[in-house]
């Protein structure tokens, strides 16, 4: 069946692409915030595929509203991770807000179940305890800014979208 990954914009889809680029990824390059709604929409759609958001604290804030619309439909299949480096990295790291407010206790309040981690070893651990829990899941995981920068995506936009409406 497969899983999907919706990656946001900013180093998370570079970053996704040069470690493991494959036609199940969408890269949404182009929209600051929309990745959460592209992927709840794949949700409902594709209710036997687990769809992965890949997203960061700066683009979850241009559109928290998708998380009250996701926790409203309730998709089994969406799991949410949230990469929180509390800054606009790929714009020249002007600061977020998530050093003052907290990412996971919004996402409490609209009921998602939620998970906090900041290592690979917790997302690992964190990963087998939400194997067989039902969805809308959000995974917020505090980062560091980044030591390298990832390349830029080589495929052009039609390329990523062609590609990944094959792969269904």
């Known amino acids: ?68 619309t996701i926790s409203k439909l309730k998709p089994k299949n969406f799991i949410h991770i949230i990469f929180d480096n509390s800054s606009h990295e790929s714009t020249g790291g002007q600061p977020t807000s998530t050093n003052k407010i907290s990412i996971d206790a919004i996402a409490k309040a609209v009921n998602f179940k939620v998970f906090r981690c900041n290592s690979k070893k917790n997302l690992d651990e964190t990963f087998k305890k939400i194997k067989n829990i039902a969805g809308p899941i959000i995974i917020l995981m505090k980062i560091s800014k980044s030591e390298k920068i990832s390349g830029r995506i080589s495929l052009p936009s039609k390329k990523i979208k062609s590609r990944f409406m094959k792969s269904f």
């Open 1 to 68: 069946v497969g899983d999907v990954i919706v990656s946001a914009n900013g180093y998370i889809s570079r970053d996704l692409f040069e470690v493991n680029d494959k036609p199940t990824n969408f890269y949404m390059i182009g929209s600051m915030g929309l990745a959460s709604s592209i992927g709840l929409g794949l949700a409902l759609q594709n209710p036997k595929k687990m769809i992965y958001v890949f997203d960061g604290d700066g683009n979850i804030l241009m559109n928290l509203g998708s998380l009250t």
